[in-house]
């Protein structure tokens, strides 16, 4: 998928890359998925969605498209779920380098790998907060440490790895799991106190990988694998909202759209996510100047760049 669009059809001087403040990498690969295939074409169908969204987000009365948003170019490459990793962890991290908010839509969870370790490479101690109806925590599955099923397995070996929304995993899983910073789907049903709770376990350098089967299915049907009993819309929104304000969200996915021709609202909604996600994040961003309460996160604000930038200039 080559495209000459913008996102959302956004005016090209919000689309150039040099004034961008947020990069979107599409990742179309879906080569690992057990059940329905499809998610190779999630990235087409939400991008084609965010093309008749309305760009004013009423909640954060703000229009987060004018800090510039740079659709780059899809990375397709398939020949292994080894080099997709690779090409996924070096297309994000030479983004990251340039200082931008870097966000990918997939595609199957194993994309997730190749960004989070970019990530995980860029920012001190990194959260990765991941919310999925799966653990996704196997070492290796049909063969392969890059299957979508073992797509958390590094995160949770290199990253404070928090899961929110599981709902079905294989009992090995047990194993690798860390069951405080498991937040199970049957759990939330019965407290409401569970976002703070979220919230607790989190660093301050949060990267959010958003499985939209984390969903429930009533909400969004079109994934590979749809669970019952998955988080509606206005607790989804809720928890992400607190964790953009509260913390320093460094970059986000989201993946697992797999869309069916017949049902477009699933499509449309992972665009008003994604861009939901977007407003939280520069809405948020420009409430904390104002407040001039930025500073006394700094500590914890700081990340890995300035080294990367002291290697470009010897390097190139
Ligand atoms: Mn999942």
């Not at 954060?60 to 004018?66: G, I, L, R, S």
């Not at 047990?174 to 106190?193: P, R, S």
């Given at each position: 998928?080559k495209?000459n ?10 689309a ?25 074409k ?25 800090e510039?948003?740079?659709l780059?170019?899809?990375?397709e ?5 080894e ?5 996924v962890?070096?297309t ?15 595609g199957e ?6 960004s989070?370790?970019?990530f995980?490479?860029?920012f ?5 907060l ?6 996704d ?5 049909e ?8 797509a ?9 790895l ?13 194993l690798?799991?860390?069951?405080d910073k498991?937040?199970?789907a049957h ?26 089967d984390?969903?429930?299915?009533s909400?969004?049907?079109?994934t590979g ?5 998955g988080?509606?819309?206005y607790?989804t929104?809720?928890?992400l ?18 869309p ?5 609202s ?9 861009y ?17 309460d930025?500073e006394s ?10 080294k990367?930038?002291?290697h470009?200039e010897y390097?190139?």
């Amino acid at each position: 998928m080559k495209t000459n669009k913008t996102f959302a059809n956004i005016p090209e001087e919000y689309a150039k890359l040099e004034h961008a403040k947020v990069v979107l990498i599409p990742v179309t690969y879906d080569e690992t998925s057990t059940w329905q295939k499809g998610a190779d074409k999630g990235p087409e169908a939400l991008l084609k969605a965010a093309e008749n969204m309305e760009l004013y987000d009423i909640e954060t009365d703000f229009e987060v498209y004018k800090e510039g948003i740079y659709l780059a170019e899809t990375v397709e490459e398939k020949s292994s779920p080894e080099t997709m990793v690779n090409t996924v962890h070096q297309t994000t991290k030479s983004y990251i380098k340039k200082n931008k908010f870097v966000t990918l839509i997939g595609g199957e969870h194993s994309i997730s790998i190749g960004s989070i370790r970019a990530f995980n490479e860029c920012f001190n101690n990194l959260t990765v907060l991941q919310i999925d109806a799966h653990a996704d925590l196997r070492k290796e599955y049909e063969g392969t440490p890059f299957n979508h099923a073992c797509a958390m397995y590094e995160a949770n070996q290199t990253t404070n790895l928090i899961q929110v929304g599981i709902r079905s995993m294989d009992v090995s899983e047990k194993l690798e799991m860390n069951e405080d910073k498991v937040f199970f789907a049957h759990d939330l049903a019965m407290n409401e106190y569970w976002i703070d709770e979220v919230i607790e376990q989190l660093t301050n350098n949060v990267y959010i990988t958003f499985d939209l089967d984390a969903l429930d299915p009533s909400i969004l049907p079109s994934t590979g694998t749809p669970e019952p009993g998955g988080l509606l819309y206005y607790e989804t929104l809720e928890l992400l909202k607190k964790v953009f304000e509260q913390k320093n969200v460094v970059g986000f996915d989201i993946v697992e759209l797999c869309p069916n021709p017949t049902e477009k609202s699933s499509d449309f909604l992972a665009a008003k996510l994604y861009y939901k996600m977007l407003s939280y994040k520069f809405a948020g961003e420009n409430d904390e100047d104002i407040d001039g309460d930025f500073e006394s996160e700094d500590d914890d604000y700081s990340n890995k760049l300035s080294k990367h930038k002291n290697h470009d200039e010897y390097d190139y």
